[in-house]
């Protein structure tokens, strides 16, 4: 029979809150992320593929000028805000004399995010041919997304395929597949 040091008993009974107090963080945190996952299914996690990833494809933002669309989509962590937007990101569209990077933004408009939009705005203003949004349907591995173009002039006037000014365009469709970071990475 072995009889503990009084000591001893004594470290491990001031040990036990501390073991239990980490054990209920675990838990805790496991509960809210899993959660998170669970509740929204567009997600990526490992061995699903969700809406969330690196996306590739190509839109046509005038006659002839074709540009090449990569998209990185993240899912906003857990518990960051009531009124944020579920997806964040980034995007660039590189073309031929124009390449921009974009700030992306936006939510799915269902449970499952097959139907999503997302406001897209250039890191830098400029004169140009620019995507303002992308509105969509996701069905796992392709996003089909209607944009629309703004241009502004040398002058800084913006000029968008919808303004009342002019009948309206119809909105450019884009098709994006899935893509990886080297792919992002690598674009422009």
């Not at 501390?18 to 496991?30: D, K, P, T």
Request: positive net charge.
């Amino acid at each position: 029979m072995v009889i503990e040091e009084p000591s001893r008993r004594r470290r491990k009974r001031r040990l036990l809150p501390i073991v239990g107090l980490i054990g209920v963080l675990v838990v805790g945190f496991g509960l809210i992320y899993g959660s998170h996952w669970l509740l929204n299914p567009w997600v990526t996690v490992p061995g699903r593929p969700g809406l969330t990833g690196y996306w590739q494809g190509e839109v046509t933002v005038a006659p002839g000028d074709n540009r090449r669309v990569v998209l990185h989509l993240k899912g906003d962590p857990p518990n960051r805000c009531q009124n944020c937007p579920d997806i964040d990101g980034e995007a660039k569209v590189c073309g031929a004399t124009q390449h921009t990077t974009y700030d992306v933004w936006g939510d799915p408009l269902n449970f499952r995010g097959t139907r999503f939009s997302l406001k897209i705005r250039p890191v830098r203003e400029g004169p140009g041919r620019f995507l303002n949004r992308l509105d969509g349907e996701w069905d796992g591995d392709l996003i089909r997304a209607d944009t629309e173009i703004t241009v502004i002039d040398a002058d800084g006037v913006a000029r968008s395929t919808t303004s009342s000014d002019r009948p309206p365009d119809p909105p450019l469709r884009v098709e994006l597949r899935r893509a990886t970071a080297g792919d992002y990475r690598a674009a422009c």
